[in-house]
């Protein structure tokens, strides 16, 4: 259980994360306005676009090791007391009649 955490993104490596993501988006799509608009051609804006998505989810879904330099700290495993009740050893409550 312990080793699966190990391929867990941090929070702040989501943050990166999408950071990148968000950007790589962002500079293709204006490359692939200016570079469609230029050629006249549709098509090439559409390609880039989908080039830098590709790219970025390249950069982005596996859990590359920059993204996990913050692991979150765990709480140890604690037993259950013996001074606890049961769920069942409980008396239920009762509500006052109105």
Not at 43 to 46: N, P
């Given at each position: 259980l312990t080793k699966m955490y190990l391929f867990l993104q941090d929070y702040k490596g989501?943050?990166?994360a999408e950071q990148i993501f968000q950007g790589i988006i962002l500079v293709s799509a204006v490359i692939g306005f200016i570079y469609g608009y230029i050629t006249e051609q549709f098509?090439?804006?559409?390609y880039i676009v989908m080039a830098g998505f590709a790219l970025s989810c390249l950069l982005t879904l596996p859990p590359w090791p920059m993204y996990r330099r913050n692991p979150l700290k765990w709480l140890p495993v604690q037993e259950l007391g013996t001074e606890e009740k049961k769920p069942a050893d409980r008396k239920p409550k009762r509500h006052a009649k109105s």
């Open positions: 989501q943050k990166l098509g090439w804006t559409v």
